[in-house]
C-alpha cells in the first residue's frame, strides 16, 4: 500500500489520508490525534467495501469492521464512525467534506458541493462507557464500551450485565437504549 504525496489533510487534531491500492482500490483514513483511533473505508474490489475501526492499545476495545456491496452505505458508515471527540463541528465538517471529497475523486463520481453532515447520537461517545437501557422501564440491563455505530443501532462491547442474559460479549442495541456514562 503506498500512500500519494499531496494526499494528507490535516484539522486541528484530526488527520485524514488518502492511501491508493493497485489501479483502482483505495483506503480513506481518519485518525484522531487526541484518541490515537482511527476508521478507515477500504475498496477492496468491484462492489467490495470495509469500513474498519481500530482501537489504541491502551483502550482494550474489540476493533470493529463492516463489509458492504454498495459505495453510498460504506461511505455513510465511515462517516458515523469517525472520531469527533474535541473538536468543534466547523473542524469535523471541514474533515468529513475532504472525506467526501476523497470518495467522490477515487469513485469517479460528480463532486458534491451541496453538503449537511448530521451529527449523529452517540458519535461523540464511540469509545466510551456507556449504559443500556431496557425499552420499557428505563431500568439499566447491561453496561460497556461502544464499539460502532450501525444505521440505527449501537454495537457495544458488553463489559456488565444486569438483566441482560444474552452471554455475547458484543452486542447490538438500538441508540435509543443507549446513554453516556
Same mark, same amino acid.
Given at each position: 500500500?503506498?500512500?500519494?504525496?499531496?494526499?494528507?489533510?490535516?484539522?486541528?487534531?484530526?488527520?485524514?489520508?488518502?492511501?491508493?491500492?493497485?489501479?483502482?482500490?483505495?483506503?480513506?483514513?481518519?485518525?484522531?490525534?487526541?484518541?490515537?483511533?482511527?476508521?478507515?473505508?477500504?475498496?477492496?474490489?468491484?462492489?467490495?467495501?470495509?469500513?474498519?475501526?481500530?482501537?489504541?492499545?491502551?483502550?482494550?476495545?474489540?476493533?470493529?469492521?463492516?463489509?458492504?456491496?454498495?459505495?453510498?452505505?460504506?461511505?455513510?458508515? =465511515?462517516? %458515523?464512525?469517525?472520531?469527533?471527540?474535541?473538536?468543534?463541528? $466547523?473542524? #469535523?465538517? +471541514?474533515? !468529513?467534506?475532504?472525506?467526501? /471529497?476523497?470518495?467522490?475523486?477515487?469513485?469517479?463520481?460528480?463532486?458534491?458541493?451541496?453538503?449537511? =453532515?448530521? %451529527?449523529?447520537?452517540?458519535?461523540?461517545?464511540?469509545?466510551? $462507557?456507556? #449504559?443500556? +437501557?431496557? !425499552?420499557?422501564?428505563?431500568? /439499566?440491563?447491561?453496561?460497556?464500551?461502544?464499539?460502532?455505530?450501525?444505521?440505527?443501532?449501537?454495537?457495544?462491547?458488553?463489559?456488565?450485565?444486569?438483566?441482560?442474559?444474552?452471554?455475547?460479549?458484543?452486542?447490538?442495541?438500538?441508540?435509543?437504549?443507549?446513554?453516556?456514562?
Amino acid at each position: 500500500m503506498k500512500k500519494i504525496a499531496g494526499e494528507t489533510s490535516h484539522f486541528q487534531n484530526i488527520t485524514v489520508l488518502l492511501h491508493y491500492i493497485g489501479e483502482s482500490n483505495y483506503r480513506i483514513e481518519w485518525t484522531s490525534k487526541m484518541t490515537k483511533g482511527s476508521t478507515n473505508l477500504v475498496k477492496t474490489g468491484k462492489n467490495k467495501y470495509v469500513v474498519m475501526r481500530k482501537w489504541p492499545e491502551a483502550k482494550a476495545l474489540t476493533d470493529v469492521a463492516a463489509n458492504f456491496t454498495s459505495r453510498n452505505a460504506a461511505f455513510v458508515h =465511515f462517516i %458515523k464512525n469517525v472520531d469527533i471527540i474535541k473538536s468543534n463541528d $466547523e473542524t #469535523i465538517n +471541514k474533515a !468529513k467534506q475532504r472525506c467526501l /471529497d476523497y470518495f467522490t475523486q477515487c469513485e469517479h463520481i460528480k463532486p458534491v458541493t451541496k453538503t449537511a =453532515f448530521p %451529527k449523529p447520537r452517540l458519535q461523540g461517545a464511540l469509545g466510551r $462507557e456507556v #449504559i443500556v +437501557k431496557h !425499552k420499557r422501564n428505563m431500568s /439499566d440491563i447491561a453496561k460497556g464500551h461502544l464499539l460502532q455505530l450501525i444505521g440505527n443501532k449501537a454495537e457495544i462491547q458488553v463489559t456488565q450485565r444486569y438483566t441482560l442474559c444474552n452471554p455475547s460479549a458484543k452486542q447490538q442495541f438500538d441508540t435509543t437504549q443507549v446513554y453516556i456514562l
